[in-house]
């Protein structure tokens, strides 16, 4: 344990075992897409902010993964959270493409030869052609059809991996592609994200059971990205809509596992999904910053705007303020639902590295504070290993440990990558990094 008895002075250490590494998703970084709804999105005039496009990504379907994981390896990391890319695996329905199985497989074969924690999550954003169709997550036949390729990814690749994440953030998706126009299908109805939500959740439950029906001790959670909502003044107002942006982008998500229930606006009436409660062998925490809440009609999120100052953001996507504080209360309300946590990802777009370095040891050391509370964490997978494509951004945001050219396709380590590595190796966070990067603001302006 963090700072338990025995602690030797001065050093912070991490639970026995720790899972450190990077995480990325299959269509940010593989290039050349399946048949799938994102490349069909960012084919369409004004869908990336900054008019770029995917392309080669980072080059992993063509065979730069073995490279990227084979120097994660090298460079202090024991784990590494990957995606599969579905519109590859079933690019028609009932399909399953032998080729695209056979390079995960050996991708996969790759990984645990270098030793290293393989965890895979089944579904990142992107859908199959077929399936966005029919109408993507509002088709109430999609939580079922999740759980048949959770299924025969068990079959043909479960031995060769370690933990699974079902389904990425549930509520960003939700959000970003039937409640606004951000992702596609670009929705923009709040009763299209409600009605998607449910059937996230209904998907994850059916991933969970497939896992499990198909292999004993599998281990398999939700992933869920939990900003922290703060009220932006004392004012009654601020605080009651920091409440009901944290309720339904969060919590009902949070109750979801707790106790199986869905809560309204995901239902009517609350309601009991059989199964449910407890479906999550651990819980990924995907955290990226806070947000203050002030009340105001209008804009994004109906009720309520964002108005935290400074803010890691861009013209069309807010990550908020960098809070180890946030970070830690988030950890600690995760490990109250009886699950071990993984940080499933954590990081910030920074091509420069200047905010980085103090963003990854002081949310470290908070994440340290959480565990000597009593928190039971598992990892660290810090977002991303490389950089790449970020969604409706395009290539503007850099979040990597290593930058990547995208016109050489060459990779050079941020100096972040060298502070990474040396808290993995020493499964802690050494004096020397404490006292170069344990203070002072992460974002220059910021408290
Ligand atoms: O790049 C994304 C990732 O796909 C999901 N979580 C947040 C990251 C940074 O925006």
Not at 132 to 157: F, N, Q, S
Not at 205 to 213: P, R, V
Request: net charge neutral; with cysteine.
């Amino acid at each position: 344990m963090v700072g338990a008895g025995g602690r030797e002075p001065g050093v912070i250490r991490f639970p026995e075992g720790f899972l450190w590494g990077a995480a990325t998703s299959a269509y940010q970084v593989e290039g050349r897409p399946g048949p799938c709804d994102w490349a069909d999105w960012e084919r369409q005039p004004g869908r990336i902010a900054d008019g770029s496009r995917s392309g080669e990504a980072a080059g992993w379907w063509a065979g730069k993964a073995e490279d990227d994981l084979a120097w994660a390896a090298d460079h202090g990391h024991n784990a590494h959270r990957l995606g599969l890319a579905w519109s590859r695996l079933e690019p028609e329905p009932g399909r399953w493409d032998r080729a695209a199985f056979a390079r995960y497989a050996a991708i996969l074969d790759f990984a645990g030869r270098l030793g290293l924690h393989r965890m895979v999550t089944l579904h990142h954003f992107t859908l199959p052609r077929w399936a966005a169709a029919r109408g993507g997550w509002t088709w109430p036949g999609l939580p079922e059809a999740l759980g048949r390729l959770a299924a025969e990814v068990a079959r043909r690749l479960g031995d060769r991996v370690d933990s699974w994440c079902t389904v990425n953030e549930p509520n960003v998706l939700a959000v970003a592609a039937y409640g606004s126009a951000h992702f596609p299908p670009g929705r923009d109805s709040a009763w299209a994200a409600f009605r998607a939500m449910r059937h996230l959740l209904l998907g994850h439950l059916a991933a969970w059971t497939a896992l499990h029906d198909a292999l004993p001790g599998a281990r398999a959670g939700l992933v869920l990205n939990l900003p922290r909502f703060e009220p932006a003044r004392k004012h009654p107002l601020d605080r009651l809509v920091a409440w009901l942006h944290d309720y339904v982008f969060n919590e009902v998500f949070v109750e979801a596992i707790r106790s199986g229930r869905l809560l309204p606006p995901l239902a009517a009436l609350p309601r009991a999904v059989p199964g449910l409660a407890g479906a999550s062998d651990f819980v990924g925490l995907n955290y990226y910053g806070l947000m203050r809440v002030r009340f105001g009609v209008g804009g994004p999120y109906l009720v309520g705007r964002h108005v935290q100052e400074p803010s890691v953001r861009t013209a069309t996507n807010d990550w908020g303020q960098p809070s180890p504080g946030g970070f830690a209360a988030q950890v600690r309300r995760l490990a109250a639902l009886g699950r071990p946590v993984i940080v499933t990802e954590n990081g910030v777009m920074d091509a420069e590295d200047r905010i980085r370095p103090r963003f990854l040891v002081q949310h470290l050391r908070a994440l340290a504070g959480a565990v000597e509370q009593g928190a039971d964490v598992r990892g660290y997978f810090h977002w991303s290993l490389v950089d790449n494509f970020e969604w409706a951004e395009g290539w503007t945001p850099r979040f990597g440990l290593l930058a990547l050219d995208r016109a050489t396709g060459r990779r050079e380590p941020r100096p972040s990558a060298a502070i990474f590595e040396a808290i993995a190796r020493a499964n802690g966070l050494p004096d020397d990094i404490l006292a170069a990067w344990g203070e002072g603001p992460i974002l220059a302006g910021a408290q």
